[in-house]
């Protein structure tokens, strides 16, 4: 098992998640944000 490691940013959630999507456990937004990536 690899070790867990955060990572920051829209463009880096995105292409995790499209290169590798089962290695993504967990993702945080914040509720507050008011723009189109929220």
């Known amino acids: 098992m690899?070790?867990?490691?955060?990572?920051?940013?829209?463009?880096?959630?995105?292409a995790r998640l499209r290169a590798d999507p089962a290695s993504v456990t967990e993702i945080y937004l914040d509720k507050d944000r008011k723009d189109a990536r929220a």
Request: no cysteine.
């Open 2 to 14: 690899k070790p867990t490691r955060a990572i920051f940013g829209f463009h880096a959630v995105l």
